[in-house]
């Protein structure tokens, strides 16, 4: 079992930053993947990013990429999101997941475990 605690949210202004973060509990394995995802009002769930808890390769969405970085601190079982360059279309509840299996995915269905979200808004 794994349990993830997103944390980071809030309210910022279009063009600001914020740094969200996702701290994991329980049997969390060097063959571990974490990934953030998103859903806005009416909108399904998107894939944001994703890192390799192993050799910590990531992969991101490609219309996030240059803005948001995934990073991972082994010692505080711990995966960050920082979001740069914030835009009102980011807004959404960030949610953190986690799979087991080195490689990154992209696709909601492939994580077991879930946080329970993050609220982000980012007004104009």
């Known amino acids: 079992q794994v349990q993830l605690v997103e944390s980071g949210g809030g309210l910022e202004q279009a063009g600001g930053s914020l740094r969200l973060s996702c701290a994991a509990s329980?049997?969390?394995?060097?063959?571990?993947?974490v990934g953030w995802f998103r859903q806005a009002p009416g909108k399904e769930r998107e894939f944001v990013a994703a890192?390799?808890?192993?050799?910590?390769?990531?992969d991101y969405a490609d219309s996030l990429k240059g803005r948001f970085t995934i990073s991972r601190d082994n010692a505080k079982n711990t995966v960050y999101l920082q979001m740069d360059s914030l835009k009102p279309e980011d807004t959404a509840v960030y949610y953190c997941?986690?799979?087991?299996?080195?490689?990154?995915?992209?696709?909601?269905?492939?994580?077991?475990?879930w946080g329970q979200g993050t609220q982000v808004t980012v007004s104009s």
């Open positions: 329980g049997s969390i394995a060097s063959s571990t993947t």
């Open positions: 890192v390799s808890w192993s050799d910590g390769s990531t």
């Open positions: 997941a986690a799979r087991g299996g080195r490689r990154t995915s992209n696709l909601a269905r492939m994580y077991g475990y």
